[in-house]
């Protein structure tokens, strides 16, 4: 078969992020730099503001990192946790997030659910019940295993306890679902950009309700680039503490401007590239979560063929393609395909035609 790519450019990505970018936000990234103390720059961050707000579904400030999600997880640790914190581990991230809790010092409970199942309600309540918690962290989507916890039914029984803060890892769903983050009461909710935004790597995005910000005050001690409190106070300038990563918030405010012309529309694209993907993976293969808890913005695949995926890799990058293969222990027992940015239903469909021709050999 004839490679479908441009054979000059890298391997189209399926992966879960890093995703495809659009050319034209690519384009917004290009343009003379500004000061990072000049007005420009609060015009930039002025422009992006409502609009990030509006995306994540709060009338709290949308803070913009120049790091990756995992600074913006580490920020949500670092301010929000008191002593003792419950860590819902269902995958690598969400075990990433415990991590970073206990490099911090925290007590931290893991509530453990086998790798390609859910965070539910009933396992949370179950732990908060034993007492003396006054955080949780839970990832939302786990990109290990393709598994997306069901978050409002998570928020709503944290919010059943006095003074327990939800931390909450949306790095792969902010952008993928609607999230309802100031009425579900989430006290902090991160995400990144190369995911779900579908934008090149190096920002992140972290909002936290009034009562986490009181945390942060609280605190003796709160580093110094992860400091929510210097970081809130540059944002009330329309500005960043540090020099920011100027070209990424120009691919930021094109994305939402785009996002934002037609939000029904960019949910029903990814959600119709992961229901065909979906279709196809139950008709070849098998899914590797329960399908009720199957992610949107990537499938992860079961490998009951027994392919191997390191070949079958090779294959699609002679072709111009490239997916994920399975996380860790998961390697050639699963594999992923990513539906978060650019890439259309045309090239999935190409990416699944170029596997069934790999499967037919
Ligand atoms: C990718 C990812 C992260 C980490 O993101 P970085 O930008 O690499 O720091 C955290 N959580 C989830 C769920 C992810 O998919």
Redesign the pocket.
């Known amino acids: 078969m004839a490679a479908m790519n441009d054979a000059s450019r890298p391997p189209r990505l399926f992966i879960?992020?890093p995703v495809e970018v659009e050319e034209d936000v690519l384009q917004a990234m290009a343009g003379p730099m500004i000061g990072h103390r000049a007005p420009e720059i609060g015009e930039l961050i002025g422009a992006i503001r409502p609009m990030a707000e509006k995306l994540l579904r709060t009338s709290r400030p949308v803070y913009l990192m120049t790091n990756?999600?995992?600074?913006a997880?580490e920020t949500a640790a670092i301010n929000c946790i008191r002593r003792k914190v419950l860590s819902c581990v269902n995958g690598a991230?969400s075990k990433?997030f415990a991590e970073i809790c206990e490099n911090h010092g925290y007590e931290v409970t893991r509530l453990e659910a086998e790798w390609g199942k859910p965070i539910l309600p009933g396992m949370i309540k179950e732990k908060l019940d034993e007492g003396g918690y006054d955080a949780v962290t839970v990832?939302h989507?786990?990109?290990s295993t393709g598994v997306m916890s069901p978050l409002a039914e998570i928020a709503c029984t944290v919010a059943g306890y006095d003074d327990i803060v939800l931390l909450v890892?949306a790095?792969?769903s902010a952008a993928a679902v609607p999230i309802e983050t100031e009425k579900l009461g989430i006290d902090a909710l991160v995400t990144?950009s190369?995911?779900a935004l579908a934008l090149p790597?190096g920002l992140?995005l972290c909002t936290v309700s009034e009562r986490a910000m009181e945390r942060a005050k609280e605190k003796q001690l709160r580093g110094e680039y992860f400091d929510l409190l210097k970081i809130h106070k540059s944002w009330e300038k329309d500005q960043t503490p540090t020099t920011p990563a100027v070209p990424q918030f120009r691919a930021l405010r094109k994305r939402l401007e785009k996002i934002h012309a037609d939000e029904d529309a960019w949910y029903a694209d990814i959600a119709a590239k992961c229901a065909m993907t979906r279709e196809w993976a139950k008709d070849r293969f098998g899914l590797f979560p329960d399908e009720e808890y199957a992610s949107v913005s990537l499938t992860c695949v079961e490998n009951t063929r027994g392919t191997s995926i390191a070949d079958l890799n090779s294959y699609l990058r002679e072709h111009g393609f490239m997916l994920s293969n399975g996380y860790k222990d998961l390697k050639e027992k699963t594999f992923r395909i990513g539906h978060m940015g650019a890439n259309t239903m045309e090239h999935h469909e190409q990416l699944l035609g170029l596997i069934d021709a790999y499967l037919e050999r």
């Open positions: 879960p992020g990756s999600a995992t600074g997880m991230f990433r990832v989507n786990e990109t890892d790095v792969t990144g190369q995911k790597p992140a």
